[in-house]
């Protein structure tokens, strides 16, 4: 029988890393083995040469990288020769690519996967990650956070020199400086003020 293939999303600051943490906590605290792995896109919080997944509850933990070229299939099973694996969590799912989310459900077949990240960039339209997440996975969970109007937050509205945009990159790896969690109506009052700005 095979495990399943969880993904845990929300917007920036919803405590995702955080949830991600505790989750390898409770394995750990049963005598179980996590492979934690984050994508090589998100070097926030690395520090020394380790790299890291941190919360900005100030959890944090070592963990494996993946490159958007590497096998979580081939990582895996490293990891697993090396230490033994009951459970893989990935952090910033969002940023994998459509071939290794097909991996992490192959995975399914040995262990569970847990994986949390972004649902959506900062247009509101779904990372590639998060896609292939949403078709594969057994289970979808969303963690709820809030707008500064009260209502729930569901865009990871981008700043840049204290305007909303909705042009640039999609991928900009930024902190609280870079990115305002809001509702749809807040964000969209924000792109407004910013473009009346610009005239």
């Known amino acids: 029988m095979s495990s399943r293939l969880y993904f845990k999303y929300g917007t920036m600051g919803s405590s995702k890393s955080a949830q991600a943490l505790m989750a390898k906590f409770n394995y750990e605290q049963k005598g179980m083995v996590v492979m934690l792995v984050k994508p090589s896109l998100d070097n926030r919080g690395d520090g020394d040469g380790q790299p890291m997944v941190r919360s900005r509850i100030g959890l944090s933990s070592p963990c494996e990288i993946i490159r958007p070229e590497d096998s979580f ?10 230490n033994g694996c009951d459970c893989v969590i990935v952090d910033e799912a969002q940023f994998c690519t459509t071939k290794q989310v097909d991996e992490l459900k192959l995975l399914t077949k040995q262990v ?6 972004l649902l959506n960039n900062f247009r509101c339209q779904l990372f590639e990650g998060s896609k292939r997440l949403v078709e594969l996975s057994d289970s979808l969970q969303e963690i709820k956070s809030v707008c500064r109007c009260g209502r729930k937050s569901t865009v990871n509205a981008r700043f840049i020199n204290g305007k909303c945009v909705d042009d640039g990159p999609v991928v900009f790896i930024g902190g609280d400086e870079s990115y305002e969690n809001m509702c749809y109506w807040c964000w969209q ?3 407004k003020k910013a473009r009346e700005s610009d005239k």
């Open 73 to 82: 299939v081939e990582l895996f099973d490293k990891f697993k020769a090396e």
């Open 112 to 117: 569970p996967v847990l994986c949390y990240g």
């Open 189 to 191: 009052d924000e792109l």
